[in-house]
Each structure stands twice: as C-alpha cells, then as structure tokens.
C-alpha cells in the first residue's frame, strides 16, 4: 500500500514538474501581394490560452530554397526549443511559419512564368489552380500581408518594438533584407546561413578587401546550380542583384539615419556560405552597424540548424519581449 501511494504520488509530482507546453497550429489566409491563399505555422506560446488579456511579440521564421511551413518544427523542433526557453525562464513569444514557396522573399524582378507558376502549397503537396501564385511579390506578402493578418488574428504586441524575423539560407537574407527594407516593422533580424552577400566573388575564404562580381555572366557562373530558381527572383543585372543586396540595404538605411534593426547572424564553420556572413558582417563594421555574430561548428544542414535556432530565439526574445 505504501508503494503504490509512493508510486501516484510521482505520478502526481512528475506532472506538476512537466513543463507547460505551446500550441502549434496550421493555418491560412489570403495573401494580396501574392494573389493566393497561404498556410502558415503558428507556434502560440503556453500562456496564451490561459491568458486572455494578454498580448505578445511576435517572432516571424523563414523557411530555406526547397523548403516549406512545416520545416522549422519538423526539422529543428522550435516549438520544443521554444518550450525549454519559456520553462528556463524566457520570454513568451509567439512564432509564425510561413510558406515561402522559393521565392526568396523579395519582390521579384520578373512575373512568374508561365501565368500562375505553381508555386504551390508545398505543406499539403497541392498544385491546385486556386494555389498557384499570381504574383511574386514575396517581401510584401510577409512585411505587410501576413504581418497584418497576425495582428489582426491573435493577441499581438503590434508594433516594432516587438516585431522580430529569423530565417536559415533562402531565409535568412529574405529575414534581414525584409527587416531593413522595413524597420519600421522589424526591430530585429536573425540570419542562420543566410545567403548574405550573394555578389561575393572571393577570395576564399575570406579576406579583406572582398571582392564582388561586376557583371552579370560572372554572377550567373557563380550561382549556375539554382541560377534558374533565382534569376526570375533577383534579375538578370548587377543593378536588380545590387538593389538586393543586404550591405547596399544597411548602407542607405545607416545613410538615412534611420531606425537600424538589430541583427544576428551565425554560420557553420564548414558552411559554403561562410565567406559571404564574414563578408557582410565585416562590411557592416566598415558602416559602423553593430551586429551579433557568430560561428559554430557545422555544416550547411538541419543538424546545425536545430543545434543553434535556441540562439536566435533567446537573442531575439532579449530584444522584442521586454
């Protein structure tokens, strides 16, 4: 008898101690900019449904090129990541997901070709006619679409202040371009393996001063794996790729004594982006932009990226939750 009350009172004790836990939805909306319905993954933090008065910041995490909404839970575990936090004492926040197809979350250069290229539903696997993209104007669609609809939607903290994006590769420069293209909805960045200075030409690895390519066939040499997927995105000119380029974007908002965002950024040491996040990182030094940098051991892969999103997260939290 006394065993098995010991036993319950475990039980019992083992339950209070687990730690409270998020929710994690699938949901969707019109997206104006792009001219169809998307889905998005919303990670609501424990507090929020038994918290009705309350409101919370919002950290925006951007998928990478082939990806989709469902990646940053099924492959890095961030709603886990984000219960540890909370459970450690962390800021609540909630986190969206959104479905970025590839379009590398800028306005693009080009229409998609042919009319309504299925860019589909990646979450669901579909390429219905009703979820083919119209237009790719991938910046608004997250800056002004979807950041309007979650604040609309849920119990948000609906200004700057408590607005942050993450993202990894394909995400991370779509994450920092977003935020200094608009600061005056992102308060911060965070770029895991972003693709930081896509007109870095060497050397390698890196060294001061960089060198970056000036014409077109060059830049097309050096991306000719994913040249097709990124050309309609960036354009075919050194002036389109400049006019994307993330030091050009800090250079005018610094020039312009502008609101600066804050930003982080790491890379795997053994990453084939790494000459680009210490060429943009030592060029946002020349500018006088302070940032948060660092490198870890690690590849260009889901295994570094699980390892380190608790990073972005907490950093992020610091800076948008207070």
């Known amino acids: 008898m006394f065993a098995r009350s010991l036993s319950v009172a475990c039980i019992g004790l083992s339950l209070q101690l687990a730690p409270p836990r998020g929710t994690v939805r699938v949901e969707r909306f019109f997206a104006p900019a792009l001219g169809v319905e998307k889905h998005y993954v919303i990670y609501l933090p424990p507090s929020y449904g038994t918290a009705p008065g309350r409101r919370y910041p919002v950290a925006y995490y951007l998928h990478g090129l082939t990806g989709n909404e469902a990646d940053w839970v099924a492959l890095a575990s961030i709603d886990v990541v984000a219960d540890s936090l909370v459970a450690g004492g ?10 970025g197809d590839d379009g590398w979350y800028t306005n693009w250069e080009e229409p998609p070709e042919p009319y309504g290229a299925c860019l589909a539903d990646t979450l669901l696997n579909r390429a219905a006619p009703a979820l083919c993209v119209v237009r790719g104007r991938y910046e608004d669609y997250i800056a002004r679409d979807l950041v309007r609809h979650v604040d609309s939607t849920y119990r948000t903290l609906a200004d700057r202040q408590h607005r942050g994006i ?13 935020a200094l293209e608009h600061p005056d909805i992102f308060s911060a960045a965070a770029s895991h393996s972003g693709v930081l200075s896509p007109l870095y030409a060497g050397p390698h690895p890196f060294a001061a001063p960089a060198h970056y390519h000036t014409s077109i066939d060059s830049v097309a040499a050096d991306w000719r794996g994913i040249w097709g997927a990124i050309a309609p995105a960036f354009g075919r000119t050194i002036a389109s790729w400049t006019a994307r380029d993330p030091t050009q974007l800090a250079r005018r908002l610094a020039a312009a004594h502008g609101p600066l965002p804050a930003l982080f950024i790491d890379v795997g040491t053994a990453d084939r982006l790494v000459d680009q996040a210490r060429a943009f990182h030592a060029e946002l030094a020349a500018l006088g932009v302070a940032s948060t940098y660092a490198e870890w051991p690690g590849k260009h892969d889901w295994k570094y990226w699980h390892a380190h999103v608790g990073e972005s997260m907490r950093w992020l939290a610091e800076r948008i939750a207070h």
Not at 166 to 178: E, K, R
Request: glycine fraction near 18%.
């Open 90 to 99: 962390s800021p609540e926040m909630i986190l969206v997901m959104p479905d």
């Open 166 to 178: 993450a993202g990894l590769s394909m995400g991370g420069f779509g994450a920092v371009t977003i």
